[in-house]
């Protein structure tokens, strides 16, 4: 069982990396929108394409925009931190009880 445990225990980790890595994205996207930055750069670019799939998947379901302002940024940035803090430990615990449960 000590296997299962391990690569649960490399899921949690890897993805508490990426999900570190994202929020990191989406900040400096969001960021970069109030200075309107040339969108042939290739730096905006990535981060436009990797930010609006996820911003577009809420706006389908959250109206995103208040006065002007567009909070899609900050649900993902919640849900991510909501992953970080649930899923991540969750998953650590699990790998601990089933590497301790036999």
């Excluded at 042939?40 to 706006?59: D, G, M, S």
């Excluded at 899609?72 to 931190?81: N, R």
Aim: proline content about 7%; charged content about 15%.
């Amino acid at each position: 069982m000590f296997i299962l445990a391990n690569f649960i225990e490399a899921v949690a980790r890897i993805l508490d990396i990426a999900l570190t890595v994202y929020f990191w994205i989406v900040v400096i996207s969001a960021l970069l929108s109030w200075v309107n930055p040339d969108p042939h750069n290739p730096i905006v670019r990535f981060l436009r394409n990797a930010t609006e799939p996820v911003y577009r998947k809420i706006r389908r379901y959250v109206p995103t925009y208040f006065g002007g302002i567009d909070i899609a940024p900050l649900i993902v940035l919640l849900v991510i931190m909501f992953l970080q803090y649930f899923l991540v430990p969750s998953l650590h615990e699990l790998a601990v009880r089933i590497k301790y449960a036999g």
